[in-house]
Structures are given as structure tokens and as C-alpha cells.
Nanobody, 126 residues
Framework: QVQLVESGGGLVQAGGSLRLSCTTSGRTVRRYAVGWFRQAPGKAREFVAVIRENGGTTLYADSVKGRFTISRDNARNTVYLQMGGLKPEDTAVYYC???????????????????WGQGTQVTVSS
């Protein structure tokens, strides 16, 4: 079993940047694909980005493509989400999730992930 802890959220002005971190414990992160998802008040959870176990594949939601970058440092058991050009509509609780058995077609589906962090709040002011 793996435990996930997100950090790095906060309040930022539109156009600003934040870097979220997802640190794992229990098992090494190199065994897992790790995704970032977000949920805004009153809205369904949505996929943001994912990185495969070896870092060779990354996928992004169209809404964040070109502004967000996902990366991983397996030596530090950490996956990062670098967010730039932030917009008020990026305001949400951001969650990281992990799973070791996902096929390509499941990477963007939050229902397929077994392990989740507690979330970190990102608020973008206009």
C-alpha cells in the first residue's frame, strides 16, 4: 500500500505560478503511475495530468495543456505539478492519485486509481 501527501497549494493571483508536490510513502513511487485531479466547488472531479511509472508518458487535460507540467523524481518519491499562467477557473482542491496497474486508456479515469491523497487547495484570484 502507498500513502500520498500533497503540498504546495495556496492563494495566487491570476497569471501566477505554483508548484504542487505529491510525496509517497509506504512503497516507492517508481512502481506507480501518478495522476493529478481537481475538484472545484459544486463541480465533478476532473482529470488534470498524469505521468507513467517511468516518466516516459505524460498526458494533460486540454484546459491545462501548455500551462501545467507534470514531472517525477523517483529518488525523492515525489511527483510535481508545475502550474503557470493560472486562471481563476483553476481554483479547486487538487488531488494526486496513484496506481500500479493502469493501462493507457485508463490513465485519465479517476475511478481506476486505488490510492489518493487528502488534497491541497489552490485558489486563484482575479
Amino acid at each position: 500500500q502507498v500513502q500520498l501527501v500533497e503540498s504546495g497549494g495556496g492563494l495566487v493571483q491570476a497569471g501566477g505560478s505554483l508548484r504542487l508536490s505529491c510525496t509517497t510513502s509506504g512503497r516507492t513511487v517508481r512502481r506507480y503511475a501518478v495522476g493529478w485531479f481537481r475538484q472545484a466547488p459544486g463541480k465533478a472531479r476532473e482529470f488534470v495530468a498524469v505521468i507513467r511509472e517511468n516518466g516516459g508518458t505524460t498526458l494533460y487535460a486540454d484546459s491545462v495543456k501548455g500551462r501545467f507540467t507534470i514531472s517525477r523524481d523517483n529518488a525523492r518519491n515525489t511527483v510535481y505539478l508545475q502550474m503557470g499562467g493560472l486562471k481563476p477557473e483553476d481554483t479547486a482542491v487538487y488531488y494526486c492519485a496513484a496506481d500500479s496497474r493502469l493501462i493507457y486508456s485508463s490513465l485519465t479515469n479517476g475511478e481506476m486509481y486505488d490510492y489518493w491523497g487528502q488534497g491541497t487547495q489552490v485558489t486563484v484570484s482575479s
